[in-house]
């Protein structure tokens, strides 16, 4: 399913509408949202920090429970459940890896195509939490937590110098996209805690966009795919 399909029950329309919320799918077990730059996933510290998607959704579905996370300079796709029950479920998916997840950035620079027959490549470098400049993460061989991201080149753009990839996350550490590009010399364009100051002006936002989902429905089996086009 792409983004922009209508939800499959009519419990959505209006509310969701008018929560400014752009809903994918909507059953009695999960929902599917697309979640915009800038908007925060889940409450924030502070009166200026509550309003988020989570809040929004909870508004129109009072059962709805977070099951995993967005940056909120990250937009793209957010799986809420209906119920603890199947949050338990769908966190136990996400911790068994068996959620396939795709992202798409722009990166600073000329990455280099991988080499590999596929032309996917991996980056295997272990983050840990840059406690004196929280919330950083670094890369830190001895302390850090594994952490690997598959990645490919999808273009090259000569005149702005930059490079469009495909990421999937095999684990799910906080800001590894980021990290991970920026350890390879390539910040994503527009990242106020990675990227250079340079880097940072060439994007008005953040270029990074959760664009596929992929799961087993937790209560009927049925395989899941929904995917939104990123808006840069």
Not at 157 to 167: G, S
Not at 188 to 202: F, M, N, P
Request: glycine letters at 10%; proline letters at 7%; one cysteine or more.
């Amino acid at each position: 399913m792409k983004a922009g399909t209508p939800p499959n029950n009519d419990l959505a329309g209006n509310g969701a509408a008018a929560a400014g919320l752009v809903l994918l799918h909507a059953d009695d077990s999960l929902l599917v949202l697309d979640k915009p730059a800038g908007l925060l996933a889940v409450p924030g510290r502070g009166e200026g920090k509550q309003d988020c998607l989570s809040a929004r959704v909870q508004a129109v579905y009072p059962d709805a429970l977070v099951v995993h996370r967005l940056d909120q300079a990250t937009s793209g796709l957010m799986l809420m459940a209906r119920g603890a029950a199947v949050q338990r479920a769908l966190s136990q998916a996400f911790e068994s890896r068996e959620v396939g997840k795709r992202y798409v950035a722009v990166v600073e620079g000329r990455l280099p195509s991988s080499g590999s027959d596929d032309g996917w490549g991996l980056i295997d470098l272990p983050i840990i939490v840059d406690w004196p400049n929280r919330p950083l993460r670094i890369i830190d061989a001895e302390h850090g937590k594994p952490s690997r991201t598959r990645w490919r080149v999808l273009a090259f753009d000569a005149a702005a110098n930059t490079t469009r990839v495909e990421l999937e996350p095999v684990t799910g550490r906080s800001h590894q996209l980021r990290v991970h590009l920026k350890a390879l010399g390539h910040p994503i364009l527009g990242d106020a805690l990675y990227a250079t100051t340079e880097v940072q002006a060439k994007a008005p936002r953040l270029l990074l966009h959760a664009a596929a989902l992929r799961f087993t429905h937790p209560a009927n089996g049925l395989p899941l795919s929904f995917e939104s086009a990123p808006g840069f």
